[in-house]
């Protein structure tokens, strides 16, 4: 008898670390799903809002899952919501999605409407 594959990893690990300057980076690590992300944004709220952030760092090249609340939190910070007048750069992103809608989001294969 084959011994179970191990269980995915279920929570979602937000390392932050606030350097001179108004430097800052949070990694990611884990699942970014509905449950665990509530949780690491709350966490990223309270220590990242007037913590006087000029650049922020975004690491997700750790994470394993990404569902909707994870593709909700990560642009909220890329839009510097949680540091405001912050410039916020998002590394590895592009790992989160399949090949095919990497495909779907190249110029001329996808439609923004306008409303």
């Known amino acids: 008898m084959e011994p179970l594959p191990k269980a995915p990893q279920t ?3 937000a390392g932050l670390r606030l350097g001179p300057d108004g430097l800052a980076r949070v990694a990611f690590k884990g699942r970014l799903s ?3 992300v509530v949780d690491c944004w709350n966490k990223l709220e309270r220590n990242l809002r007037g913590a006087g952030v000029k650049k922020l760092k975004v ?3 750790g994470v394993d899952f990404c569902g909707g609340a994870g593709f909700a939190l990560l642009p909220y910070l890329n839009m510097a919501k949680m ?3 912050a ?3 998002l590394m ?3 790992r989160l999605l399949r090949k095919e809608e990497i495909k ?3 110029p001329g294969n996808c439609t923004l409407g306008v409303v």
């Open 11 to 13: 929570e979602c690990e």
């Open 83 to 85: 540091t405001l007048g």
């Open 104 to 106: 779907a989001l190249r």
């Open 59 to 61: 690491d997700v090249s």
């Open 92 to 94: 590895a992103w592009q």
């Open 87 to 89: 410039e916020v750069s």
């Open 34 to 36: 509905a449950l665990a």
